[in-house]
């Protein structure tokens, strides 16, 4: 069983930056995909970034900016998502994930654990 949390939310500014942290424990996860989510107030969630634990490749849709890097450290069990120049549009619950099988995807259905998320705020 995989336990994750994520931190690094809060209320900014639009302009600024923030980094999101997922801190990963109960399991080895070698071969794993880690993702990052987010769900806005009345939408369903929405995929942001993955990648693969040995970081070899990531993977991020077309909906999402440039703005955003997902990084992992394996020393620390440890995925990131860093943001920049943030928009008010980017405010919602953002949650990582672990899919076990070794293979990018955007669904959340195959993503087998899930962190509780943390809050994003951006204000104009």
């Known amino acids: 069983q995989a336990q994750l949390v994520e931190s690094g939310g809060g209320l900014v500014q639009a302009g600024m930056s923030l980094r999101l942290s997922c801190a990963a424990s109960?399991?080895?996860?070698?071969?794993?995909?880690i993702a990052w989510f987010r769900q806005a107030p009345g939408k369903e969630r929405e995929f942001v970034a993955a990648?693969?634990?040995?970081?070899?490749?990531?993977y991020y849709p077309d909906s999402v900016p440039g703005r955003f890097t997902i990084s992992r450290d394996n020393a620390k069990s440890t995925v990131y998502l860093q943001m920049n120049s943030l928009k008010p549009e980017d405010s919602a619950v953002y949650y990582c994930?672990?899919?076990?099988?070794?293979?990018?995807?955007?669904?959340?259905?195959?993503?087998?654990?899930w962190g509780q998320g943390t809050l994003l705020t951006v204000s104009p």
């Open positions: 994930a672990i899919r076990e099988t070794p293979i990018l995807s955007d669904s959340v259905a195959l993503y087998d654990y």
């Open positions: 109960g399991r080895t996860f070698g071969s794993a995909v």
């Open positions: 990648i693969t634990w040995t970081g070899l490749r990531s």
